[in-house]
């Protein structure tokens, strides 16, 4: 054998080589498509479900096909016209940006201290903090619901949102966002002669403006869809949440899904909303990350 027939053999099998290793990619590429597809599907379903049932009548609901046989918007004039709706709708929107903004500024504030700060007993009141996300919510409804009745708190926005005004992931997020911040900056503010607040404020709350995005969704879509505590702390039906209202159009001896779906659908306008204010800031936060591990 030649030394061109070993070269020529050599050069084929490299060749056969990279293509079934580009073929293994190919195919390993497929079934990941594959997956995230079939992923896809099955949040996206619920959804779907959701608004064909919004557009059906009564006696279809039960009707498990996707598209409805006679399409219709009745149910989103009735709702809509419904005046407890748009009251049970303003309720949950006005609950959920005030303790979304209580969150944004306490849960920011109580992180910087933790982080920047250096006093005896730091790390114990961050443990302490961190111990309460071990507490199921179900245990603290008796003492929420004690504390509200000895203070009058009951049938109230207040009632409502106290339990969520502060969160301990909240604190760890922030915590954890503020360590990115240099020190140096916050040095350089206290010689410029800005005062602690001010450089909380100023310095080093600008930076961690993607943490603050991702916050605000989170603590935003935890109370639009609150249902326990609002459920029990209020008696009154023009207190009433939105996930709280729309369980009163059904009861035991008839569920007005459709109705129900339709309300639904029409409360999740906000949060894709909040969602799109934010997501930039969200996506600007991972590209930092990336570039700086």
């Given at each position: 054998?030649?030394a061109t027939d070993t070269?020529?053999?050599?050069t084929?099998a490299?060749l056969l080589?990279g293509?079934?290793a580009k073929?293994?990619?190919?195919?390993?590429?497929?079934?990941?498509?594959?997956?995230?597809?079939a992923?896809g599907i099955?949040?996206?379903?619920?959804i779907?479900y959701?608004?064909s049932t919004s557009l059906k009548w009564?006696?279809?609901?039960?009707?498990?096909?996707?598209?409805p046989?006679?399409p219709?918007?009745?149910?989103y004039?009735?709702?809509?016209e419904d005046?407890?709706?748009f009251g049970?709708?303003?309720?949950?929107?006005?609950i959920?940006?005030l303790?979304?903004?209580s969150?944004?500024?306490?849960?920011?504030?109580?992180?910087?201290?933790l982080?920047?700060?250096m006093?005896r007993g730091?790390q114990?009141?961050?443990?302490?903090i961190?111990?309460?996300?071990?507490?199921?919510?179900?245990m603290?409804v008796?003492?929420w619901?004690?504390m509200s009745?000895s203070f009058?708190?009951l049938?109230?926005?207040?009632?409502?949102?106290f339990?969520g005004?502060?969160?301990?992931?909240?604190?760890?997020l922030?915590?954890?966002?503020f360590?990115?911040v240099?020190?140096?900056f916050?040095e350089?503010?206290?010689i410029?002669?800005l005062?602690e607040?001010q450089?909380?404020w100023?310095v080093a709350l600008?930076m961690?403006k993607?943490?603050?995005a991702a916050l605000?969704?989170f603590?935003?879509l935890?109370?639009?869809t609150a249902f326990l505590?609002?459920?029990?702390v209020?008696t009154?039906a023009?207190?009433?949440?939105?996930?709280?209202?729309?369980s009163?159009?059904?009861?035991?001896?008839?569920v007005?899904?459709?109705l129900?779906?339709t309300?639904?659908?029409?409360s999740?306008?906000p949060t894709?909303?909040?969602?799109?204010?934010?997501?930039?800031?969200?996506?600007?936060?991972v590209a930092?990350?990336g570039?700086?591990g």
């Amino acid at each position: 054998m030649t030394a061109t027939d070993t070269q020529i053999r050599a050069t084929s099998a490299a060749l056969l080589e990279g293509t079934r290793a580009k073929q293994r990619r190919s195919l390993g590429q497929t079934i990941r498509w594959l997956l995230l597809f079939a992923g896809g599907i099955a949040m996206i379903m619920p959804i779907a479900y959701m608004l064909s049932t919004s557009l059906k009548w009564p006696y279809e609901v039960y009707n498990v096909g996707l598209i409805p046989e006679e399409p219709h918007l009745e149910n989103y004039a009735y709702v809509l016209e419904d005046g407890r709706f748009f009251g049970w709708f303003i309720n949950s929107l006005i609950i959920a940006v005030l303790t979304t903004v209580s969150n944004l500024f306490f849960d920011s504030l109580v992180g910087y201290t933790l982080c920047k700060f250096m006093f005896r007993g730091r790390q114990i009141v961050f443990i302490a903090i961190l111990s309460t996300l071990m507490i199921p919510t179900e245990m603290l409804v008796i003492p929420w619901y004690i504390m509200s009745q000895s203070f009058g708190w009951l049938d109230s926005y207040w009632g409502i949102m106290f339990p969520g005004l502060m969160t301990a992931f909240g604190v760890f997020l922030m915590r954890q966002f503020f360590q990115t911040v240099p020190d140096d900056f916050i040095e350089a503010a206290r010689i410029d002669g800005l005062n602690e607040f001010q450089i909380y404020w100023s310095v080093a709350l600008p930076m961690v403006k993607p943490a603050l995005a991702a916050l605000a969704i989170f603590v935003f879509l935890g109370n639009w869809t609150a249902f326990l505590w609002p459920l029990i702390v209020t008696t009154d039906a023009a207190l009433y949440t939105l996930p709280v209202g729309l369980s009163s159009f059904g009861d035991e001896a008839d569920v007005q899904w459709e109705l129900i779906m339709t309300g639904a659908a029409i409360s999740t306008l906000p949060t894709l909303i909040v969602f799109l204010i934010f997501q930039r800031f969200i996506i600007q936060g991972v590209a930092m990350a990336g570039l700086k591990g």
